[in-house]
């Protein structure tokens, strides 16, 4: 006796059509049981998987702090009541740093119009910016150890000079 067939090999039909089309059923039923399914990938595990990488930008670093100034003087004062304050400090600087560079600057408000701003410059760096060298001068420090600037400084509300020690 022949060997038993399978049920979905059983088929009256020996013809050889009917036959591969009995032995493709559970392929093709398998094909539509299977299609249904999501196929595991790298985006199953991951779901940026794929995508174009999208760069982070850092932000920046804001730089050092500016060095506070070795003194500042407002002209709002009279002469007398910073000068000798002034005298000490660079006698003191020039103690510990006899070659010290001593920077004056004097920085007006950066408001009105240019002219009026390069006429307020004029004014606080002719009198007061003069005023602070030559009492730097007059405690020790020789002339080129000076050195004078002006501009204009939005931060400020009233002509002031600030003087830096390097």
Same mark, same amino acid.
């Given at each position: 006796?022949?060997?038993?067939r399978?049920?979905? #090999?059983?088929?009256?039909?020996?013809?050889?059509? &009917?036959?591969?089309r009995?032995?493709?059923?559970?392929? #093709?039923? &398998?094909?539509? #049981?299977?299609?249904?399914?999501? =196929? %595991?990938? +790298? /985006?199953t595990?991951?779901?940026?998987?794929?995508?174009?990488?999208?760069?982070?930008? +850092?932000?920046?670093?804001p *730089?050092?702090?500016?060095?506070?100034?070795? &003194? #500042? $003087? /407002?002209? +709002?004062?009279?002469?007398?009541?910073?000068?000798?304050?002034?005298t000490? %400090?660079?006698?003191?600087?020039?103690?510990?740093?006899?070659?010290?560079?001593?920077?004056v600057?004097? =920085?007006?408000?950066?408001?009105?119009?240019?002219?009026a701003?390069?006429?307020?410059?004029?004014?606080? *760096?002719?009198?007061?910016?003069? +005023? $602070?060298?030559?009492? %730097? %001068?007059?405690?020790?420090?020789?002339?080129?150890?000076?050195?004078?600037?002006?501009?204009?400084?939005?931060?400020?509300?009233?002509?002031?000079?600030?003087?830096?020690?390097?």
């Amino acid at each position: 006796m022949p060997p038993s067939r399978p049920a979905f #090999l059983a088929s009256t039909n020996t013809c050889p059509a &009917a036959r591969v089309r009995a032995a493709l059923r559970p392929a #093709l039923l &398998a094909c539509l #049981l299977l299609g249904g399914c999501k =196929l %595991i990938d +790298q /985006r199953t595990f991951d779901s940026a998987a794929g995508r174009v990488p999208v760069p982070v930008v +850092q932000p920046t670093r804001p *730089g050092p702090a500016a060095p506070p100034p070795l &003194a #500042l $003087v /407002r002209f +709002q004062a009279a002469p007398d009541t910073w000068q000798p304050g002034l005298t000490d %400090i660079v006698r003191m600087a020039l103690s510990r740093k006899p070659l010290a560079l001593f920077r004056v600057q004097t =920085l007006v408000p950066a408001n009105g119009s240019p002219e009026a701003q390069t006429q307020s410059l004029a004014d606080a *760096g002719g009198t007061g910016g003069r +005023q $602070v060298a030559e009492t %730097i %001068i007059a405690a020790g420090a020789s002339s080129a150890q000076v050195e004078m600037s002006a501009m204009t400084d939005a931060s400020v509300t009233a002509p002031e000079v600030r003087v830096y020690v390097k």
